[in-house]
């Protein structure tokens, strides 16, 4: 069971590994990927996955100034 799973996490990290480069050519297109990449504790995968799930952040606009 244990091998099973460490069989898994391998995996993952080759599917990682292969799209990394990709990952990386969009930071360099994308300013918001740059930006949020640096946070301590995101790096590429998280930023990269955010900015994919929320698309453009201006659609969301300032909701603060809309309560």
Known sequence: MLRE????????YGQIAEIEPG???W???DFVIKV???M??????????????TGDA???GLGA???
């Not at 301590?40 to 799930?53: D, F, R």
């Open 5 to 12: 799973q460490w069989s898994r996490l391998d995996d993952l």
């Open 36 to 38: 949020i990449s640096v």
């Open 40 to 53: 301590p504790g995101v790096g590429l995968l998280i930023a990269t996955a955010a900015v994919a799930m």
């Open 23 to 25: 990952m990386r050519e």
């Open 58 to 60: 201006k659609a969301f």
């Open 27 to 29: 930071r360099g297109e």
């Open 65 to 67: 100034a809309k309560v």
